[in-house]
């Protein structure tokens, strides 16, 4: 089987509106490459009981969790400091990340906001950040990463070797104008049943223009499976008159 992952998005900025996360996309599909799909996302605020129960539970649920947000200067960056405590451990100077970090900025400009951003739970790894210096880390499980996307960005592809990885997870994808939903229900219930190891979607989508349709998508790692249930979806638009279309509908 392959490695389970899920995110835990941590910032009241995504809660309140202020602030849309463009972060769950990028890791979906970079997990989904590796074999370690996304199970679950959660969207929390910056209290420090609520970051510590969640990680506390999803670190125990699946084989690998990912953070996002709340490791920066300012007060209201607590992730370090709770992911320290969700693992019992003291939160530390760490003195390779000050090294990097004070000649990055001067000695000068090295205040006291700044050292926060060294600050690591006692045991954990830096993750590299070559965007911006200030690292994020990973202890046991558990890989915290800044909010900002490109930052973000930057620490998984700098993470990403070390993690746990499967079979890469593909996908299939046809779609067809004119078709609804209730017409082809059945029929794909009965191909999801074939294939239980696949995730299969059906997802209706409108062109400005006002034609419609439905795409239909098979997901999953078995690639023989992936291509019978994607012949099956062609065959199931067949049977309704209606033309299959490879790929995703076109705005």
């Known amino acids: 089987m392959n490695p389970s992952s899920a995110l835990i ?10 602030t849309q996360d463009a972060n769950i996309r990028f890791l979906a599909t970079q997990l989904g490459d590796i074999g370690a799909p996304l199970r679950e996302v959660r969207v929390i605020p910056d209290v420090r009981e609520t970051i510590i129960a969640t990680v506390n539970e999803m670190k125990a649920r699946y084989d690998q969790v990912f953070t996002t947000g709340g490791i920066g200067p300012t007060h209201d960056d607590i992730t370090a400091s709770c992911v320290a405590e969700a693992f019992g451990v003291p939160l530390e100077l760490h003195a390779e990340s000050a090294a990097l970090l004070e000649e990055h900025y001067g000695t000068d400009q090295f205040t006291s906001a700044r050292q926060r951003m060294a600050m690591l739970p006692r045991g954990a790894t830096p993750i590299k ?42 996908s299939k994808t046809w779609h067809a104008l004119g078709i609804y939903e209730s017409v082809i229900a059945a029929a794909l219930e009965a191909v999801q049943n074939r294939y239980p190891d696949l995730d299969l979607g059906s997802y209706p989508f409108k062109r400005p223009d006002g034609r419609g349709g439905v795409a239909l998508v098979a997901k999953g790692s078995d690639p023989a499976h992936l291509e019978a249930a994607s012949q099956a979806i062609h065959d199931l638009i067949v049977a309704t008159g209606k033309t299959p279309i490879e790929g995703e509908p076109k705005a």
């Open 9 to 18: 998005v941590i910032g009241n900025e995504i809660l309140s509106g202020r």
């Open 129 to 170: 950040n070559t965007a911006s210096i200030a690292p994020g880390f990973s202890i046991d499980n558990v890989h915290v990463m800044a909010g900002v996307p490109s930052i973000m960005q930057a620490m998984f592809h700098a993470v990403s070797p070390t993690l746990k990885q499967g079979q890469p997870i593909r």
